[in-house]
């Protein structure tokens, strides 16, 4: 539904909502004619049903819920865009947000901080992470669709070039060391950690993971959730689990020296360490630990290589990038990953030793095999599986 002009229409009641309303009827529903419409407040709950149900059919990753000024909206995060849906009385949306707390365990009557929470799954199979911040028209909230069956990526499905997967292949072939992931929220860094830690699992060896929150479950795998907004911290946790025997261990991300110390601490102990770091370039996380604090000699000892990534939207196959219902008439359908793959050899190990700069370290590891996120851009476009455009987009 195209945004529309409500600042006459705030005393529309928010009970003029209810589960009769189908996605084609949702769409074109109006303001103006919603006195016709009472339920009661079933009608929010049944709405926010209707609206994560919507999301869940449509491939969204996260919904927004936003106040403003005069109006509140309802964004879908499809494909890594941003999408407007419908437009909203204030209240209606203060309405859902309050769903959406009683749903996630939170506190109703505190407006004015943060809050962190989680929907588990019900009857959409999926688990929402809950994130709720004050602005100063009101509250917005965000919703990350999480956890199903549809979310679950095979590592042989990441989107690897046929290069880029054999190199991956060869990095998590090591039994012993830190592997980094590393790219810009929501690059799919998580995605290509939990491919890598499935193909990795079996009963022979003994997985522990750190995170905040936990996202994606495996079975087999122990998966220990930090609470960081209650001020836990990581690194007590990685001295604990140490003391169980781990043969890998995947900490969710390397966020101050303290954690990144303990990670490479840990590798340098015997056991492969999996984790991410928000940087730009496979190259661009080793100048990053060095900027943490850590000794040079002890990263170019520990680390064992670096996958960097971005994520592109695909040209859908039915149309072509024409648009039909299938991609929503976007011209796209899905996502697939740009990466880059960094192995440190002994050689780029010795320039990390002598703290040689960025550009000295990326213009070795290309001459070693190393694919740049753009030249796998390229390859991609040149298979017609995404445009020159998205990859400008991206990187």
Same mark, same amino acid.
């Given at each position: 539904?195209?945004?529309?002009?409500? !600042? %006459?229409?705030? &005393?529309?009641?928010?009970? *003029?909502?209810? $589960?009769?309303?189908?996605?084609?009827?949702? @769409?074109?529903? =109006?303001?103006?004619?919603?006195?016709?419409? !009472? %339920?009661?407040? &079933?009608?929010?709950?049944? *709405?926010?049903? $209707?609206?994560?149900?919507?999301?869940?059919? @449509?491939?969204? =990753?996260?919904?927004?819920?936003?106040?403003?000024?005069?109006?509140?909206?309802?964004?879908?995060?499809?494909?890594?865009?941003?999408?407007?849906?419908?437009?909203?009385?204030?209240?209606?949306?203060?309405?859902?947000?309050?769903?959406?707390?009683?749903?996630?365990?939170?506190?109703?009557?505190?407006?004015?901080?943060?809050?962190?929470?989680?929907?588990?799954?019900?009857?959409?199979?999926?688990?929402?992470?809950?994130?709720?911040?004050?602005?100063?028209?009101?509250?917005?909230?965000?919703?990350?669709?999480?956890?199903?069956?549809?979310?679950?990526?095979?590592?042989?499905?990441?989107?690897?070039?046929?290069?880029?997967?054999?190199?991956?292949?060869?990095?998590?072939?090591?039994?012993?060391?830190?592997?980094?992931?590393?790219?810009?929220?929501?690059?799919?860094?998580?995605?290509?950690?939990?491919?890598?830690?499935?193909?990795?699992?079996?009963?022979?060896?003994?997985?522990?993971?750190?995170?905040?929150?936990?996202?994606?479950?495996?079975?087999?795998?122990?998966?220990?959730?930090?609470?960081?907004?209650?001020?836990?911290?990581?690194?007590?946790?990685?001295?604990?689990?140490?003391?169980?025997?781990?043969?890998?261990?995947?900490?969710?991300?390397?966020?101050?020296?303290?954690?990144?110390?303990?990670?490479?601490?840990?590798?340098?102990?015997?056991?492969?360490?999996?984790?991410?770091?928000?940087?730009?370039?496979?190259?661009?996380?080793?100048?990053?630990?060095?900027?943490?604090?850590?000794?040079?000699?002890?990263?170019?000892?520990?680390?064992?290589?670096?996958?960097?990534?971005?994520?592109?939207?695909?040209?859908?196959?039915?149309?072509?990038?024409?648009?039909?219902?299938?991609?929503?008439?976007?011209?796209?359908?899905?996502?697939?990953?740009?990466?880059?793959?960094?192995?440190?050899?002994?050689?780029?190990?010795?320039?990390?030793?002598?703290?040689?700069?960025?550009?000295?370290?990326?213009?070795?590891?290309?001459?070693?095999?190393?694919?740049?996120?753009?030249?796998?851009?390229?390859?991609?476009?040149?298979?017609?599986?995404?445009?020159?455009?998205?990859?400008?987009?991206?990187?």
């Amino acid at each position: 539904m195209p945004e529309k002009n409500c !600042k %006459n229409q705030q &005393q529309v009641n928010i009970d *003029y909502f209810s $589960s009769s309303m189908s996605h084609k009827e949702r @769409t074109n529903f =109006s303001l103006a004619e919603s006195s016709q419409i !009472k %339920n009661g407040n &079933q009608g929010i709950s049944n *709405y926010l049903n $209707s609206l994560l149900q919507e999301a869940i059919e @449509t491939r969204t =990753s996260d919904i927004h819920l936003e106040t403003g000024l005069e109006v509140g909206r309802i964004r879908f995060r499809i494909d890594g865009v941003m999408k407007i849906k419908y437009s909203y009385p204030i209240n209606m949306i203060k309405s859902l947000i309050s769903r959406i707390k009683i749903l996630s365990d939170l506190d109703i009557t505190i407006t004015n901080k943060l809050q962190e929470g989680a929907i588990l799954a019900s009857q959409f199979d999926q688990d929402i992470r809950v994130s709720i911040i004050p602005t100063i028209h009101g509250e917005n909230a965000v919703l990350r669709i999480l956890s199903g069956k549809n979310k679950f990526v095979k590592f042989e499905n990441l989107g690897f070039s046929e290069i880029n997967y054999k190199l991956a292949n060869r990095l998590f072939s090591v039994n012993q060391g830190l592997i980094l992931l590393c790219g810009p929220t929501g690059s799919g860094k998580t995605t290509t950690l939990f491919a890598a830690l499935d193909n990795l699992n079996s009963n022979s060896v003994n997985i522990i993971t750190l995170e905040d929150p936990v996202e994606l479950r495996i079975p087999g795998i122990n998966q220990i959730q930090v609470n960081t907004a209650a001020g836990e911290k990581f690194t007590p946790y990685l001295r604990a689990i140490l003391r169980h025997d781990p043969d890998i261990i995947m900490v969710g991300e390397l966020r101050d020296e303290e954690t990144a110390s303990m990670a490479v601490r840990a590798a340098m102990t015997g056991h492969l360490v999996l984790s991410t770091l928000h940087t730009t370039s496979a190259v661009g996380a080793v100048i990053r630990l060095l900027e943490m604090g850590l000794p040079a000699f002890l990263i170019a000892d520990t680390v064992r290589g670096v996958i960097a990534q971005r994520l592109v939207r695909c040209l859908c196959q039915l149309c072509k990038g024409k648009g039909c219902d299938s991609c929503n008439e976007t011209g796209f359908f899905k996502r697939t990953a740009l990466q880059e793959v960094l192995l440190l050899d002994t050689e780029i190990a010795k320039m990390i030793q002598r703290k040689e700069s960025k550009e000295c370290l990326e213009k070795k590891a290309l001459e070693r095999g190393m694919i740049s996120l753009l030249r796998d851009g390229e390859i991609k476009v040149a298979k017609g599986l995404t445009t020159p455009a998205e990859i400008r987009r991206v990187i």
